[in-house]
């Protein structure tokens, strides 16, 4: 939409930019919307917010969307400018894209863009029953649904599938893409242990660990948050220990394992919240580094001598993950990794550390390691 604003997009009032860009959208995405009425509405939606002058810009503006059409041939071309072409083309912001470029091939960023602008499908995790059980189960009632497999316990649901009624068909049930049900798997604690999950909400990871065998403790610092994990676990069947405590300020002295699922930007699952991409900043990577590395130190206090510590991220970036974690081993002595054959050696990386990538993988993005506590 940029070439059709002679003074650039920037310089347009971000009231009118954000109708702009939902005018297009319609235009140039939405079949069941005439360009004449899309086009009108928003133009409508202009005067209102900012007056006739503001609604004839808009109006010019979209009758030149409508004209020019979605092409790709209008953007920067993949081979000779593949930074301009997947930020435009691929609707990513630049830094984001460059910074994936200085890791990985074009053609790798070209999938993990195509794979962030591609509706992800719905994945149920089976508490009580097998993937293929579960399958079977939902087919009685009408819902496709297939096993995902690849050392994955996820089913996957059928377009058009109806989310609640699929819970209640599968039996005890849980929403969870492939890479979060890989986090709990790669945890692989042992029976009888007691688990401290430090930053449990909304709840999947720890309701996907073998709960019959284990005691957990769920902590988040939100109340409301809690209310929302005590509810999933009523709903599944699950007695489950909750409190309200900040992650850097663990509730208990002591516990054999200790689950880590910190605050992270996220680039990992930029399919499930495509706007997530623009409210991010350069600056949020280093942030989130930080905080992470806080709340690392804190949790390996609460760790006995011979316990796990497993820390994990839905993001791609590697100060949040293999760097976060290099950092850690270097200042805590105590502590080693711990690797489990316990998820299958295609999603595990040469340290023996989880790292799923959607690019290479076909699902969120997640990264976890594993260590144990020797003194």
Known sequence: ???????????????????LRIGAYQVLYLDGVPPYAAVSETVAQARHV?????????????RRVVEGGA???RFPGFDEDPV??????????RWLVERWLDRWSAEAVRRLVEANNTRPPVHLVPLEATPSEAVERLRTVGIAAEEVGGGSRCVRLGAGAVVPEALTAAGPAIVQDPAANFVSLFADVPTGTMVADLCA??????????????????????????????????RVGRAIACV????????????????????????????????????????????????????LDAAAEVVAPGGLLVYSTCSLEPEENAEQISAFLG????????????????????TGCLEVTPQEHGFDGSYAARMRRVS
């Not at 900012?50 to 979209?62: D, P």
């Not at 301009?84 to 912001?93: I, N």
């Not at 909400?201 to 209310?227: M, T, V």
């Open 244 to 295: 309200v405590a900040d992650a850097l300020h663990p509730p208990l002295a002591e516990s054999g394992a200790a689950l880590l699922d910190v605050p992270c930007t996220g680039t990992g699952t930029l399919a499930r919240h495509p706007d997530a991409r623009w409210r991010l900043r350069p600056e949020d990577v280093a942030k989130m580094a930080g905080l992470q590395s806080r709340m």
């Open 201 to 234: 909400s909304p709840g999947g990871k720890f309701l996907a660990l073998p709960a019959a065998r284990l005691r957990i403790i769920a902590a988040d610092r939100s109340e409301s948050r809690i209310h929302v994990m005590r509810e999933n676990a009523r």
């Open 50 to 62: 900012a007056g006739a002058r503001a609604s004839g810009f808009v109006n010019a503006v979209l």
């Open 84 to 93: 301009g072409h997947l930020s435009t083309w691929g609707s990513h912001p």
């Open 1 to 19: 939409m940029g070439p059709y604003v002679h003074r650039g997009l920037r310089a347009v009032d971000p009231p009118v930019r954000e109708l």
């Open 331 to 350: 200042r805590r002595t105590d502590y080693v990794l711990a690797p489990t054959d316990a998820v299958p050696a295609e999603v595990r990386n040469e």
């Open 71 to 73: 092409d790709p041939d």
